[in-house]
């Protein structure tokens, strides 16, 4: 049988060195707010997961719960296990030990193992994996199965215009840009209304600007359909941008769960410190509850008395003393307009190395100045180490 295909003529112009450039088209508008089918969303369980390969152990006694409703980040460095869980959660992957709960009901076990096209759970894969020779509105009714070939039809439709591709039903994934691809895996993921909705890196292959509003969108989506989502990215950002929880992951464990207020403001060790923001750093010495610092005394009455500690700031938290306020002279060697805020590099007497500092870039603040810094006490963490 022959391939059917199709041309996509695109304008073209001419710049003024002679090379043809091609005119890309906007991005389509989504489709209206509100119009998503709702779901019957269910809670997922871990208990005490564990899968290795061999002797390679890729998740280790790993347990969590997510809510019913609850958007959740399984956030981590490429190769701490995060995709192995969301295939142990779609039932691609059966774990070597522990237990799957979907809506109370075991799903993968010892004894109990329910294939992934009967859990109710819907799965978004990084690549997208769309069928190429298989239109846009065939991708997105093909898991409809339950249902006649025009109820599947329609549904796709009304999915298709909830994501604003409802005019390239009938064109392939070929035809279109990755922010748009990604728009009709999402659809095909979302129209068999799953309790859980499971997405590996979604927004990875997108520029950043095309990025943030696929999120943003998506995000409206999923709060709209009320599904339980649980999306793995190795992003900060974007794991507190669109998660109520954040699953803090390293070397096939979980570090430390929470809200990201609470993963950001008071994270577990240094290393989960630093996932989320640059800092500068030095060991100080606690003497009688308290360390000494280049910008004053700060407490530490939770370390025993004599104990090496590390201080972290955040470049955010290095400011500038107003009039009046007690400070520490540093003289700024480089100053880098960001938009929003200047990055200041700043070195301190006493200091070995220069540190950063980050204030908004309303005020003019030259290399060469010298200033005085105070650092802000909410952008201070210590550790053992």
């Not at 991005?27 to 997961?49: C, I, K, Q, Y």
Request: hydrophobic share 45%.
């Amino acid at each position: 049988m022959a391939l059917r295909r199709q041309l996509v003529y695109l304008p073209v112009a001419m710049s003024r060195d002679g090379k043809i450039e091609e005119k890309r088209k906007p991005e389509p508008a989504w489709g209206p707010h509100g119009t998503a089918a709702a779901t019957f969303a269910a809670g997922l369980s871990f208990r005490n997961v564990s899968l290795s390969y061999g002797t390679i152990e890729a998740v280790r006694n790993v347990t969590f719960e997510l809510r019913p409703g609850e958007i959740a980040c399984l956030l981590g460095p490429s190769g701490c296990g995060k995709t192995t869980l969301l295939r142990i959660a779609a039932g691609v992957e059966r774990p070597s030990q522990g237990s799957i709960y979907l809506a109370g009901e075991e799903v993968a076990g010892p004894r109990e193992f329910v294939p992934p096209e009967k859990r109710g759970v819907g799965l978004m894969f990084q690549d997208y994996a769309l069928f190429p020779h298989m239109t846009n509105l065939d991708n997105v009714a093909f898991g409809l199965k339950s249902l006649s070939r025009a109820d599947a039809l329609k549904e796709a439709r009304l999915a298709l215009r909830r994501v604003g591709l409802l005019d390239y039903a009938a064109s392939y994934p070929s035809m279109l840009s990755g922010g748009e691809q990604q728009r009709v895996a999402l659809a095909r993921a979302m129209v068999p209304r799953p309790a859980v909705i499971l997405m590996d890196e979604p927004f990875s292959g997108l520029d950043q600007r095309l990025r943030d509003r696929v999120r943003r969108e998506t995000l409206f989506l999923l709060k709209e359909t009320r599904a339980t989502a649980l999306i793995v990215t190795h992003d900060p950002v974007e794991a507190m941008e669109v998660s109520d929880r954040i699953l803090l992951m390293r070397h096939g464990q979980l570090v430390q769960t929470g809200t990201p207020r609470e993963l950001y403001y008071h994270p577990v060790d240094a290393s989960a410190a630093r996932f989320f923001s640059d800092f500068n750093e030095f060991t100080g010495r606690v003497i009688d509850g308290r360390i000494a610092t280049p910008f004053g005394v700060l407490p530490a009455k939770s370390f025993a008395n004599g104990a090496f500690v590390l201080v972290m700031i955040r470049p955010q938290g290095l400011l500038p003393a107003k009039g009046g306020e007690q400070g520490t002279e540093g003289q700024v060697i480089d100053a880098r307009f960001l938009g929003d805020e200047l990055q200041l590099t700043v070195l301190f007497e006493g200091l070995d190395e220069p540190w950063l500092a980050r204030v908004p870039a309303g005020r003019e603040i030259v290399a060469g100045a010298t200033l005085k810094f105070a650092a802000d006490p909410a952008h201070v963490l210590i550790f053992e180490t």
